[in-house]
């Protein structure tokens, strides 16, 4: 059974950073590729970034580039987004996502929340002064 585990979120003043780890298990992480989500109130969950071992690549929304970097730890089958120069926009609840990577290869998909089969609870990132 796929299972998925968010946490290490938190509240973190503008300019802060935290980092999220995504603790995966029942599936093998060559075979499947991660994706970070984001949700506030009244909307859909937006994608932040995707790592797709298999194709050894890695997406970032544009919001988030230069600041966000998404990485895995394959011995541990965890999957991190660390987080810096936070700012209030940021605050959401994350969730992380998985499914097989070979439907991401063409890139069209990554941020598509209904292109991920499995997911974890989420954890509520606040950014705030």
């Known amino acids: 059974e796929v299972q998925l585990q968010a946490s290490g979120g938190g509240e973190v003043q503008p300019g802060g950073s935290l980092r999220l780890s995504c603790a995966a298990s029942?599936?093998?992480?060559?075979?499947?590729?991660v994706g970070w989500f984001r949700q506030v109130p009244g909307k859909d969950r937006a994608g932040v970034a995707h790592?797709?071992?298999?194709?050894?690549?890695?997406y970032y929304a544009d919001s988030v580039k230069g600041r966000f970097t998404i990485s895995e730890d394959n011995a541990l089958n965890t999957v991190y987004l660390q987080m810096n120069s936070l700012k209030p926009e940021d605050s959401a609840v994350y969730f992380c996502?998985?499914?097989?990577?070979?439907?991401?290869?063409?890139?069209?998909?990554?941020?598509?929340?209904?292109?991920?089969?499995?997911w974890g609870r989420g954890t509520q990132v606040t950014v705030s002064s």
């Open positions: 029942g599936f093998d992480s060559d075979d499947y590729a």
């Open positions: 790592i797709n071992s298999r194709a050894g690549i890695t």
């Open positions: 996502a998985a499914d097989l990577a070979r439907k991401f290869d063409d890139g069209k998909k990554w941020r598509e929340y209904y292109a991920y089969h499995y």
